[in-house]
């Protein structure tokens, strides 16, 4: 976040596009205090540029992975409204942990910082290689799923899986004409429920 001050908002706003290199419509501002009298005239604003959060993630990541003793390397990028973040560590099997649940909590942890520090949330996607593929293998999944449910017209209740994995699960099964997906449970235990419809 930077601050900018200047007679009016439209200057400071001004101001903070060409410090930044950045258009009116790459600046994401609020007006922080303005003041109108008979003899001055003064405005702050806050602002950020989605590059901001992109360098504020890599470096909170690489002091945040750097302190439990790994060399990390990060890579970021922004596609379809969302911020990913590629990591590659001295040991990439041991942050993605059991069934992915340190990495999750990775993402989790630099969530909630950016948002903390931005004040808004923000789509953000950290991996190291293991999202991805992940990724793939659950729409590989969702397509058998989805095939034996179009064949035997019974229902199919999965287990539980994180709320990244029924995403890709709900997104696969849309394509499908007469299937039908809900999520059902509370926290750990919220799991799908692919079923057939006329």
Do not use: W
Not at 36 to 44: C, G, P, V, Y
């Amino acid at each position: 976040m930077k601050r900018y001050t200047a007679r009016t908002v439209q200057d400071a706003v001004n101001t903070a596009c060409q410090e930044l290199g950045v258009t009116i419509d790459e600046l994401n501002y609020e007006v922080i205090s303005e003041t109108k009298t008979l003899f001055t005239k003064k405005a702050e604003i806050e602002c950020y540029t989605i590059p901001m959060i992109q360098e504020y993630i890599e470096s909170y990541i690489r002091r945040f992975i750097g302190d439990m003793g790994f060399e990390v390397e990060t890579v970021s990028y922004l596609q379809d409204g969302r911020i990913y973040c590629n990591i590659n560590t001295s040991n990439n099997s041991i942050l993605i942990g059991k069934a992915g649940v340190i990495l999750r909590a990775i993402n989790f942890i630099v969530k909630n910082a950016v948002s903390n520090t931005f004040k808004k949330r923000f789509e953000i996607s950290v991996d190291n290689g293991y999202k991805e593929d992940r990724y793939k293998k659950v729409a590989s999944m969702a397509k058998r799923f989805g095939k034996q449910v179009l064949r035997t017209k019974a229902e199919i209740k999965l287990d539980p899986m994180p709320a990244d994995e029924r995403k890709v699960m709900h997104q696969e099964l849309s394509r499908f004409e007469h299937i039908k997906t809900e999520s059902h449970g509370e926290g750990k235990n919220r799991h799908m429920v692919i079923s057939y419809v006329d």
